[in-house]
């Protein structure tokens, strides 16, 4: 299958351009063989873990979430991503063998194959969904020249003839409502994008009120119109039923203390340097036209760059938003200008003493969160401020609350660490090996190592641990349980969706069922 004669990369520069074109496609359908034996081996290792402990099945973290664990720090992904290609991987193996044959020869692409998946879910007739996974695999090697949502329209079709109840379509655009901030595409140093999907009445309502306040400051705000609504739907998440006005004029009746009693708190992990630079007063204002160059023009005339502060800005390095993107030194003077809080990072220390009680101070804590930022499990993102503070040797066994043997988990990553059979060793200055049940070694470093390299110097060697103490009086933490069972869950959900389409399900097997027109 996989084909030998296509150019590594050694040889591409040497290869005829009729060969290099051929490898484009040809490695296409490896890279697709590969994604098919890869989610295989994934849909094998869910059903050797989540097949053997029964009465797990009421964990709030079940075989399910530990397996997510293992595929997660596996590919270096999230555990909801891991989730979702269990679920793919599973989908193939014991629903849709078919597509899966046509998926391993590299046929058919991982956005495809994803695709089918998704919108045969709500099938649970066998008959109908052999018949239906036969007949999407004949048809599947055409869906790649359609567009996405033909696809889904072609694959909907077929799944109309055999189960018209299994439709994913009802109240669909309803249901997509969503409000996405994408902090995987910053590329603009200090702004996210965002889009979503809200209810026409909803959309409405915060389009006016945008413009509302985007028109309540003063004529002398040097934003524009476009700038201003920005900042209001800052200032509305913020709490605020006003925006402060940027005009600077002392007689301005929208004082800037007018704008954010703020109900939300981010933290921001930033150098000295940063909290002693200049604002930037061009963050504001329109964009500077475009310079057509003309006869005559240097370079350095065509491509002037923007002015600096007045006065000129310290160089500071970016700040970073706990568990979240970086933000230059000249936004967060704004930010800080604007009352933000600042408060030092105190360094434990070589000698360093551990402290006497389970839960560690406000200080210690503050360091733990910042030299971390995020969850320490390998693969996970979620920011610091979310995460419990767990001890690598456990409180209850003589473990201290020292720095060295501290550092941030989420609460299901705890929860696998502790009832999962994962095992760890941390390191004084942050760094944690990790051991998976199946024997994987996965290494984490803390968040702050690349911006912030003093946060992870050596916190010194743990203290000799005392003799083993009773868990009486020690908190220790114990397994949650759920109310269904999640297969319980997921059949109550697939149920109630069907249930939206029990009328046009009926409708067309009438249909069908009439006698052909004379």
Same mark, same amino acid.
């Given at each position: 299958?996989?084909?030998?004669?296509?150019?590594?990369?050694?040889?591409?520069?040497?290869?005829?351009?009729?060969?290099?074109?051929?490898? /484009?496609?040809?490695?296409?359908?490896?890279?697709?063989?590969?994604? #098919?034996?890869?989610?295989?081996?994934?849909?094998?290792?869910?059903?050797?873990?989540?097949?053997?402990?029964?009465?797990?099945?009421?964990?709030?973290?079940?075989?399910?979430?530990?397996?997510?664990?293992?595929?997660?720090?596996?590919?270096?992904?999230?555990?909801?991503?891991?989730?979702?290609?269990?679920?793919?991987?599973?989908?193939?193996?014991?629903?849709?063998?078919?597509?899966?044959? /046509?998926?391993?020869?590299? +046929?058919?692409?991982?956005?495809?194959?994803?695709?089918?998946?998704?919108?045969?879910?709500?099938?649970?007739?066998?008959?109908?969904?052999?018949?239906?996974?036969?007949?999407?695999?004949?048809?599947?090697?055409?869906?790649?020249?359609?567009?996405?949502?033909?696809?889904?329209?072609?694959?909907?079709?077929?799944?109309?003839?055999?189960?018209?109840?299994?439709?994913?379509?009802?109240?669909?655009?309803?249901?997509?409502?969503?409000?996405?901030?994408?902090?995987?595409?910053?590329?603009?140093?200090?702004?996210?994008?965002?889009?979503?999907?809200?209810?026409?009445?909803?959309?409405?309502?915060?389009?006016? *009120?945008?413009?509302? +306040?985007?028109?309540?400051?003063?004529?002398?705000?040097?934003?524009?119109?476009?700038?201003?609504?920005?900042? #209001?739907?800052?200032?509305?998440?913020?709490?605020?039923?006003?925006?402060?006005?940027?005009?600077?004029?002392?007689?301005?009746?929208?004082?800037?203390?007018?704008?954010?009693?703020?109900?939300?708190?981010?933290?921001? /992990?930033?150098?000295?340097?940063?909290?002693?630079?200049?604002?930037?007063?061009?963050?504001?204002?329109?964009?500077?036209?475009? *310079?057509?160059?003309?006869?005559?023009?240097?370079?350095?005339?065509?491509?002037?760059?923007?002015?600096?502060?007045?006065?000129?800005?310290?160089?500071?390095?970016?700040?970073?938003?706990?568990?979240?993107?970086?933000?230059?030194?000249?936004?967060?003077?704004?930010?800080?200008?604007?009352?933000?809080?600042?408060?030092?990072?105190?360094?434990?220390?070589?000698?360093?003493?551990?402290?006497?009680?389970?839960?560690?101070?406000?200080?210690?804590?503050?360091?733990?969160?910042?030299?971390?930022?995020?969850?320490?499990?390998?693969?996970?993102?979620?920011?610091?401020?979310?995460?419990?503070?767990?001890?690598?040797?456990?409180?209850?066994?003589?473990?201290?609350?020292?720095?060295?043997?501290?550092?941030?988990?989420? *609460?299901?990553?705890?929860?696998?660490?502790?009832?999962?059979?994962?095992?760890?060793?941390?390191?004084?200055?942050?760094?944690?090996?990790?051991?998976?049940?199946?024997?994987?070694?996965?290494?984490?470093?803390?968040?702050?190592?690349?911006?912030?390299?003093?946060?992870?110097?050596?916190?010194?060697?743990?203290?000799?641990?005392?003799?083993?103490?009773?868990?009486?009086?020690?908190?220790?933490?114990?397994?949650?349980?759920?109310?269904?069972?999640?297969?319980?869950?997921?059949?109550?959900?697939?149920?109630?969706?069907?249930?939206?389409?029990?009328?046009?399900?009926?409708?067309?097997?009438?249909?069908?069922?009439?006698?052909?027109?004379?």
């Amino acid at each position: 299958m996989f084909d030998t004669a296509l150019p590594e990369l050694a040889d591409l520069a040497s290869s005829d351009t009729t060969l290099v074109a051929v490898s /484009v496609s040809g490695w296409a359908l490896v890279e697709n063989a590969v994604a #098919a034996r890869r989610l295989a081996a994934v849909a094998e290792l869910v059903r050797r873990r989540t097949d053997v402990a029964v009465e797990h099945s009421r964990w709030a973290c079940d075989d399910w979430d530990a397996a997510a664990a293992e595929v997660a720090a596996a590919l270096d992904i999230s555990h909801g991503k891991a989730s979702s290609q269990m679920y793919l991987g599973l989908a193939l193996r014991e629903r849709l063998p078919k597509v899966a044959e /046509v998926f391993a020869e590299g +046929m058919l692409s991982v956005q495809v194959v994803t695709t089918i998946a998704w919108h045969t879910t709500l099938i649970q007739d066998r008959d109908a969904l052999a018949n239906v996974d036969a007949e999407v695999a004949g048809d599947a090697l055409r869906y790649g020249q359609l567009s996405a949502s033909k696809t889904a329209q072609a694959i909907d079709a077929i799944i109309d003839q055999h189960d018209p109840g299994a439709l994913r379509r009802t109240r669909s655009y309803a249901r997509g409502r969503e409000v996405v901030i994408d902090r995987n595409n910053n590329a603009d140093a200090g702004t996210t994008p965002m889009w979503g999907r809200l209810y026409s009445h909803d959309a409405e309502l915060l389009d006016r *009120r945008l413009m509302a +306040m985007a028109h309540e400051v003063c004529d002398d705000d040097p934003r524009t119109i476009a700038q201003r609504r920005a900042d #209001a739907l800052g200032a509305l998440a913020a709490g605020a039923q006003q925006l402060s006005c940027k005009c600077e004029n002392p007689q301005c009746p929208i004082a800037d203390d007018a704008g954010r009693p703020s109900r939300a708190i981010i933290h921001v /992990v930033a150098d000295q340097t940063a909290v002693d630079t200049t604002a930037d007063t061009h963050h504001d204002g329109e964009v500077p036209p475009s *310079r057509p160059i003309t006869p005559g023009m240097t370079v350095e005339e065509a491509l002037t760059p923007d002015p600096e502060p007045d006065p000129p800005a310290a160089r500071g390095k970016p700040a970073l938003i706990m568990g979240g993107p970086m933000i230059p030194a000249a936004l967060l003077t704004e930010l800080i200008d604007a009352g933000a809080t600042v408060r030092p990072i105190v360094f434990p220390g070589l000698n360093s003493p551990a402290e006497p009680q389970y839960r560690p101070s406000n200080r210690l804590d503050t360091f733990i969160r910042c030299r971390d930022l995020t969850c320490r499990f390998p693969g996970c993102t979620r920011p610091a401020e979310f995460c419990d503070i767990d001890h690598a040797v456990a409180y209850a066994i003589g473990g201290p609350t020292h720095p060295s043997n501290l550092r941030c988990l989420c *609460r299901k990553h705890h929860l696998v660490k502790t009832f999962h059979g994962w095992q760890d060793q941390q390191h004084p200055d942050g760094r944690i090996d990790w051991i998976s049940p199946s024997g994987q070694r996965h290494t984490t470093y803390p968040g702050s190592r690349l911006l912030f390299p003093a946060l992870c110097r050596s916190t010194g060697a743990l203290p000799p641990l005392p003799p083993p103490q009773s868990e009486s009086g020690c908190r220790t933490l114990m397994m949650p349980t759920r109310r269904r069972t999640r297969a319980q869950d997921r059949h109550r959900r697939i149920t109630a969706e069907r249930a939206l389409n029990a009328d046009y399900a009926a409708q067309r097997i009438v249909e069908r069922n009439q006698p052909p027109p004379f």
